[in-house]
């Protein structure tokens, strides 16, 4: 499309997580100037806890021109090491995938969540993020779609983006009525002191404990915060939205690790630790249609077994913003988008299933994305 008509044209995005805001930047980037972030929330948070930024979306920041912002609030990693529970043994060390690929180094980046959508939010013009707005329908009439929200705001667009999340009303109503699929797993996530870390920060990598019975310790050092994020997966029956923990709990189910680890499940403030079952959606057919399109978790929730989630959302805002300019028109480029990324999801959604076993790491990176 010429850059003329993309200028103009109406685009509303549904959810302002790192998937909307990063569309928003990339839509700008290439001279979108009618864009509309609709964000149910009446503020943006993200619960506290780390999140890795691979090499190849650290390539987009740059080319969004928002690196500096990203680099100031994160700490670059080179590699991650998978180690037994007791500590005793390194399973594999393998530097990030794709830290070479491109015209200078690009480390991953450990940056918490908080401050990931604080700066995406921060590098959008004033006005374009619509907060207090919950999408209640969505009609598809063809070259353009019609959005109602819970306030009464009603808005037509000629391109809507689906970028609400794993429960998306979007996806609900237009694609796929399937609803997310509890993995057996819960995710216990806490950011803590260094100083209050036992001496499990030796640099700036992080480090996957693997216990035989399927609960790993993860941890992710913030060292620009002076903080790590310490994060636990283990099995449970209980698909419960946000599962009651107890130190004691922790503590027994961490039994075999590491000391410095059950040391600090035991002394963490349990008031201030994100339990939450965990979910993610069965692939689905087509994520597109001539004007609407899903993006981010609400188009391929995965586990977080491979770190790709928010990473693939950044993938996808890039991916969008450039097939809108190689489509001839709104409809072609949504077929453009969905036939590169969705091979991709699919693959990512698959071994994210998959998880990781103590007794058979060949390689943290099986997807090599
Ligand atoms: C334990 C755990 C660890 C993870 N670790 C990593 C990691 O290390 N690396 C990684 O890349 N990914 C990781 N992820 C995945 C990552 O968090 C998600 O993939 C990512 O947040 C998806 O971004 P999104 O913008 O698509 O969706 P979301 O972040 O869910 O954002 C959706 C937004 O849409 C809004 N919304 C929803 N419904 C409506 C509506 N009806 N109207 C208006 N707005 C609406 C929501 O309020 C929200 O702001 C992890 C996930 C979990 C559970």
Do not use: C
């Not at 806490?190 to 640099?203: E, K, N, Y």
């Not at 922790?250 to 040391?263: K, M």
Request: glycine share 8%; no cysteine.
């Amino acid at each position: 499309m010429q850059i003329s008509d993309i200028k103009n044209l109406r685009i509303a995005i549904v959810g302002g997580g790192y998937g909307g805001a990063a569309l928003a930047k990339a839509l700008q980037h290439i001279g979108a100037e009618n864009v509309h972030v609709y964000e149910q929330a009446s503020a943006l948070a993200q619960v506290g806890a780390g999140i890795g930024l691979r090499p190849p979306s650290v390539e987009l920041f740059r080319k969004w021109g928002i690196f500096d912002a990203i680099a100031a609030v994160s700490s670059p990693s080179d590699h991650l090491e998978i180690i037994s529970a007791d500590g005793k043994h390194i399973l594999a060390t393998e530097e990030w995938p794709f830290m070479h690929a491109f015209e200078q180094v690009n480390h991953n980046r450990m940056i918490h969540r908080g401050d990931f959508i604080d700066v995406l939010l921060s590098v959008l013009p004033e006005g374009m993020v619509h907060l207090g707005h919950k999408l209640d329908t969505i009609v598809d009439h063809g070259e353009t779609a019609m959005l109602t929200f819970a306030n009464g705001t009603v808005v037509e667009a000629d391109l809507v983006i689906g970028a609400d999340g794993i429960r998306s009303t979007v996806r609900h109503q237009l694609f796929s009525q399937q609803e997310p699929v509890f993995s057996g797993e819960h995710a216990y996530r806490a950011v803590i002191a260094i100083d209050d870390a036992h001496g499990l920060v030796t640099d700036n990598n992080p480090r996957f404990y693997m216990g035989e019975n399927g609960t790993i310790a993860y941890n992710l050092p913030l060292p620009h915060r002076g903080q790590l994020s310490y994060d636990i997966t283990a099995p449970s029956k209980d698909g419960s939205w946000a599962p009651q923990i107890t130190n004691d709990y922790l503590v027994r189910l961490l039994e075999g690790f590491d000391e410095r680890i059950v040391a600090v499940a035991g002394e963490l403030d349990i008031s201030q630790v994100t339990s939450r079952s965990v979910f993610d959606i069965d692939p689905i057919d087509s994520w597109h249609t001539d004007s609407v399109a899903l993006l981010g978790d609400a188009a391929h929730a995965m586990l977080h077994h491979q770190g790709q989630g928010a990473n693939s959302a950044i993938m996808d805002a890039d991916s969008l913003a450039e097939a809108l300019l190689q489509g001839k028109s709104v409809k072609d480029a949504l077929a453009i988008y969905q036939e590169i990324r969705k091979p991709l999801t699919d693959e990512l959604q698959r071994v994210s299933r998959q998880g990781w076993h103590a007794d058979a790491v060949e390689s943290a990176f099986p997807a090599n994305q």
